[in-house]
C-alpha cells in the first residue's frame, strides 16, 4: 500500500520570499510523483510530474520539485512567490504498477502575505 | 468542450434523498475517474472507468454509490438515501491512458454535496 504525507497543512511566506513545501511517500514499489495546484474556485492543475530521469523537475509557474528515492521525498519549491500562488497544493503519487490510480496528500495551502 | 465538466456545482440534499451527479469528460478522453474529497482532506479515490467499462470500483464507500458511463463519454455518480457522511466534494477527472504510468489526469471543478 502507500501513502503519501504532506506535513504543513498551511505555509505562510511573505510575497517574493522563497517557499518548500513537503511531500514523503511510502510504498514498497516505485512510484510516479506528481503534484497538482487547486486555485480558489477552480479544479485541480497539474504543477509537474516526475517519471523517471533527472531527479529536478520543473514545472509551470517556475515550480520546481526534487526526487529524492533515499528519504522517500518530493518536495516542491519555488525561489520566490507571488500573490497569485496563493492555492492549496496538493501531493501525489502514483504507483508503478498501476497507469492511474493517484494516492493524495491532505494538501498544503500556501498563504502569500504582500 | 475545453475541460472537464461537472454538474451541478453545488447540491443541498436531504438525508435519505437520492442525487446524480454528472460528468462531462473531455472529448475522446477514454479514462474516467471519480474521487471524493473530505473538507481538509485529500481526494480519495473512487471508481475508474477505460471508455464503458468499470475497471475498478474498489474505492466506493458502500453499495448506496454506483456510476456510470454507458456511451464511454458522460459519466454519472448516484448515491442513494445519502447521509450525512456523504458530504464532500465530489471530483471527476478524465484521461488519455498511457503505457508507462504517469499520465496526466484533468479535473473538473467539483460538486460541492452537502447532506442536512
Known amino acids: 500500500a502507500q501513502s503519501v504525507t504532506q506535513l504543513d497543512s498551511q505555509v505562510p511566506v511573505f510575497e517574493e520570499a522563497p517557499v518548500e513545501l513537503r511531500c514523503n511517500y511510502s510504498?514498497?514499489?516505485?512510484?510516479?510523483l506528481f503534484w497538482y495546484v487547486q486555485y480558489p474556485n477552480q479544479g485541480l492543475q497539474l504543477l509537474l510530474k516526475?517519471?523517471?530521469?533527472s531527479t529536478l523537475v520543473k514545472g509551470i509557474n517556475g515550480f520546481e520539485a526534487e526526487f529524492n528515492k533515499s528519504q522517500t521525498s518530493f518536495h516542491l519549491r519555488k525561489p520566490s512567490v507571488h500573490i497569485s500562488d496563493t492555492a492549496e497544493y496538493f501531493c501525489?503519487?502514483?504507483?508503478?504498477?498501476?497507469?492511474?490510480?493517484?494516492?493524495w496528500g491532505a494538501g498544503t495551502k500556501l498563504i502569500i502575505k504582500p | 468542450g475545453a475541460g472537464v465538466s461537472q454538474s451541478p456545482r453545488y447540491k443541498v440534499a436531504k438525508r435519505g434523498q437520492d442525487v446524480a451527479l454528472r460528468c462531462d469528460p473531455i472529448s475522446g478522453h477514454v479514462s474516467l475517474f471519480w474521487y471524493q474529497q473530505a473538507l481538509g482532506q485529500g481526494p480519495e479515490f473512487l471508481t475508474y472507468?477505460?471508455?464503458?467499462?468499470?475497471?475498478?470500483k474498489s474505492g466506493l464507500p458502500s453499495d448506496r454509490f454506483f456510476a456510470e458511463r454507458p456511451e464511454g463519454s458522460v459519466s454519472t455518480l448516484k448515491i442513494q438515501r445519502t447521509q450525512q457522511e456523504d458530504s464532500a466534494v465530489y471530483l471527476c477527472?478524465?484521461?488519455?491512458?498511457?503505457?508507462?504510468?504517469?499520465?496526466?489526469?484533468?479535473f473538473g471543478q467539483g460538486t460541492r454535496l452537502t447532506v442536512v
Open positions: 477527472a478524465s484521461s488519455q491512458p498511457k503505457r508507462q504510468g504517469g499520465t496526466e489526469a484533468f
Open positions: 472507468f477505460q471508455n464503458e467499462a468499470q475497471l475498478d
Open positions: 501525489a503519487v502514483c504507483p508503478s504498477d498501476s497507469n492511474y490510480q493517484l494516492i
Open positions: 510504498s514498497s514499489v516505485s512510484v510516479y
Open positions: 516526475y517519471l523517471s530521469g
